[in-house]
């Protein structure tokens, strides 16, 4: 049953639509790469407000044998594991997929991507424990999958949409597969404007999607109005942060003077909005917001 989509792009405006359209999991990205694609803790939350479940794939670029090795896939699966635990806060023992973006022969895969894979089991592995702290999976085509699986590797499959790619029309036929990607949507109409998504069979065992708790500070509807308008104090400027704390990733910094919303607040922090459009846009220390004149 199609029930899932992913996209590389920040869902929570088009949330209704996509909800209207029955789907029911988002497939966002975790990247090392400076690029709008990537989850945020604050649309992870919205869409989880809003009823959704999660499933993570971590993408640099990976669409050439090049981009796998086992130097690369440690650092893959260590950023992975930061991302997840540190920015979303991914419950543990739940799948991050890993994209193989080309249709890789078998000597690629047995000679880079093979390799790659052990090594981000190995950085999934915390100190003290015995397996991954997250389930691992794959994104690409069925001989790549195939393979994987078969060397104990990865646990989820997501068999890609080229059905031209090695093995694949076999493995969607051997049922081994957790999630089947269709054909593009491309620039489809919603009252939010023009979006494009993938959409994506689920099977029934699951795909290793997640929620989270919702904290009563942050378990805002995405599109609230924001009640309080206020302004950063700070003569050197105030850091914008992906969670509330210092422990959250940095977004961008905010100059003395920035006027913004307060959504809502969570302990010393509060949950901003920088457009006064309702969706939040991170968290700053509320110590240096001041009201307007």
Known sequence: MITALDTNRDV???????????????????????????????????????????????QDRGNAAVDFS?????????????????????????????????????????????????????ALIEAGETQPSYRIGAYGSGLLLKNLLD??????????????????K???????????????????????????????????????DFSLELPEATSVAATREPAHRLRVNARAGLLLRKGPGKEFGRIRSLTAGTELFVLEHSGDWALVDLQGDGFADGYCHGGFLSAME
């Not at 869409?47 to 971590?58: C, D, E, I, S």
């Not at 060397?151 to 694949?168: D, H, K, N, P, V």
């Not at 051997?174 to 959409?199: C, I, M």
């Open 12 to 58: 929570r405006p088009f949330a209704p639509w996509v909800k209207s359209q029955g789907f029911t999991v988002v497939l966002r990205y975790y990247t090392a790469l400076a690029s709008p694609k990537a989850l945020t803790r604050a649309e992870a939350l919205a869409l989880v407000a809003k009823g959704f479940t999660l499933g993570a794939v971590y």
């Open 70 to 122: 086992a130097e690369r896939g440690t650092a893959a699966g260590l950023r992975a594991l930061r991302y997840a635990m540190h920015t979303i806060g991914q419950p543990r023992g739940t799948g991050i997929y890993f994209s193989v973006d080309f249709d890789a022969s078998q000597r690629e895969i047995t000679e880079r991507i093979v390799p790659h894979f052990q090594s981000i089991r190995a």
């Open 151 to 168: 060397a104990g590797l990865i646990e989820l499959a997501w068999l890609s949409m080229s059905t031209g790619f090695r093995e694949s």
């Open 170 to 208: 076999a493995f969607y036929a051997s049922n081994r597969w957790h999630l089947h990607q269709k054909l593009e949507v491309k620039d489809v109409s919603t009252p939010a404007g023009k979006f494009a998504y993938d959409p994506n069979e689920v099977a029934a065992s699951g795909c290793g």
